[in-house]
């Protein structure tokens, strides 16, 4: 049998994301984004924009600023550049599980952002930068834009996802982790806007 768990990263614990939703806010939780300008905080809420989930610890903040370079994040507000090892992978939002009951390998690994309904249709509203680490402190040394409405990009295709590095040797456990950010196009808050991960095993 096969499973995903999205484990969101925070400073002092880690969450499974379940059935709660990764809200991104501004300074703190309930503060809105400017449009065209990105997040400056991510919290987790049960989706209604209300009620947070993460009240102890939020989790890691990764921003994207065109200023900086596509190769640079700021971390909570700190810019650092991407490397081996750089950010640590403990410090990204996002740690994605791919459990089997057998030893298998993935190929073909593919996260991408989308409307909430259709894996090719790209979240509404909003513009979203993505890099991605390996349970090796390897992978992206630069931001990849993976959804702009605006521009009809995003969705589950081929050169809007962000590919992650398959596993070819066999094991039970395979992991990536994540940083993402977001920036709303127009004022108002985006529902339409969900992330999604696909794979394939042998």
């Known amino acids: 049998m096969a499973s995903f768990t999205w484990h969101i990263q925070a400073s002092a614990t880690t969450y499974d994301l379940g059935s709660n939703t990764l809200g991104f806010f501004g300074s703190s939780y309930g503060d809105t984004i400017t449009a065209g300008t990105f997040q400056d905080s991510i919290h987790i809420d049960t989706g209604d924009g209300v009620s947070e989930v993460c009240t102890a610890s939020h989790p890691y903040n990764t921003k994207y600023a065109?200023?900086?370079?596509?190769?640079?994040?700021?971390l909570d507000g700190s810019v650092v550049t991407m490397g081996?090892?750089?950010?640590?992978?403990g410090h990204l939002p996002i740690h994605i599980e791919f459990?089997?009951?057998s030893d298998v390998a993935t190929q073909n690994i593919y996260f991408y952002t989308y409307n909430g309904t259709t894996a090719a249709s790209p979240a509404e509203g909003v513009e979203v930068w993505a890099f991605y680490k390996t349970q090796t402190e390897t992978g992206a040394t630069t931001w990849k834009k993976i959804n702009d409405y605006s521009a009809n990009v995003g969705g589950n295709n081929a050169t809007d996802r962000l590919e992650l590095q398959a596993?070819?040797?066999a094991t039970s456990h395979h992991h990536w982790y994540l940083g993402i950010s977001a920036s709303p196009e127009s004022a108002g808050a985006k529902g339409n806007f969900d992330l999604g991960i696909t794979l394939e095993y042998y």
């Open 99 to 101: 459990d089997h009951t």
């Open 167 to 169: 596993y070819s040797s």
């Open 84 to 89: 081996a090892g750089t950010p640590y992978t």
């Open 66 to 74: 065109a200023s900086e370079g596509s190769n640079k994040v700021i």
